[in-house]
């Protein structure tokens, strides 16, 4: 059975198998967790998620979805992209945020991960709304983790985010 860990820090400091990065669609760099990830992680992953576009993705990588690509310098052995989806007060988008953990966790166990690190994929500047962010990201990470995935470690950047995936960890139990 995986074990579910939380962690409060900065998701690229961390030793895993895999980090999950809260990609933008284009694949490039951003802002947030996605930018943190390419500046630590340096250009090698730059140049991987280039070589995807110039390939499978050319129109970008879809909503919900998950690849891999090398880790670059962090400290990890792949770093697995996913496209969270924007926040809507008018369109139930949870299944896409539900698919964003599920694909990125299919990836791991396809490449071996034994460790997985998740940021609240969603919750920043794409508006979702923390606690419902981690009650879908517990209770699918609980029913997709495939038994080779030993640990999923939610790395939450600050005390707010920590205490929504507290709460959703002990409700979802």
Known sequence: MTELTLVHGDITEQRADAIVNAANSSLLGGGGVDGA?????????????????????????????????????????????????VWSRDEDRSDLLASCYRTSLRVAAELGAR???????????????????????????RESAAPEVEEVRFVLYDERAYEAFETALAIEA
């Open 115 to 141: 460790t997985v690190a998740f940021p609240a994929v969603s919750t920043g500047i794409y508006g979702w709304p923390m606690d419902d962010g981690a009650r879908i990201a517990v209770r699918t990470v």
């Open 37 to 85: 990830i390419h500046r630590r992680g340096g250009p090698e992953i730059l140049a991987d998620c280039r070589a995807l576009r110039a390939s499978r993705y050319g129109r970008g990588l879809a909503t919900g979805r998950a690849v891999a690509t090398t880790a670059g310098r962090l400290d990890a052995r792949w770093v697995i992209h996913t496209v969270g989806p």
